[in-house]
């Protein structure tokens, strides 16, 4: 059975940090890249950042850039994403995706943690 299990989020006030785990089980997790999405209510998943199979290469959005870092631990099939600098814009719903190709969102999905930035 796949499994993909966030976990992490909260609240956390404007400028801190937080760091959401992503838990793979179920499938051949070397295979695939992990992409971080987010969505608010009535707008459209967001794609923030994405990791390669082994690591080696990582993208992020300009919305993110500078302030999330992506990274992953193949020995316990966990992804991380640590988020700094958080801003009230940063409040979503975070979801990780496994996908077999660094082009199209991935047919796995989590069920999201969900990240809230205020005072």
């Known amino acids: 059975q796949v499994q993909l299990v966030e976990s992490g989020g909260g609240l956390v006030q404007p400028g801190g940090s937080l760091r959401l785990s992503c838990a793979a089980s179920?499938?051949?997790?070397?295979?695939?890249?992990i992409k971080w999405y987010r969505q608010t209510p009535g707008k459209e998943r967001e794609l923030i950042t994405m990791?390669?199979?082994?690591?080696?290469?990582?993208s992020y959005a300009d919305s993110v850039k500078g302030r999330f870092n992506i990274s992953r631990d193949n020995t316990k099939n966990v992804v991380y994403l640590q988020m700094s600098s958080l801003k009230p814009e940063d409040t979503a719903m975070y979801y990780c995706?496994?996908?077999?190709?660094?082009?199209?969102?991935?047919?796995?999905w989590g069920q999201g943690t969900q990240v809230t930035v205020s005072s």
């Open positions: 995706n496994a996908a077999l190709s660094w082009f199209r969102t991935g047919e796995y």
């Open positions: 990791i390669s199979e082994n690591g080696a290469l990582a």
């Open positions: 179920g499938f051949t997790f070397t295979r695939y890249a």
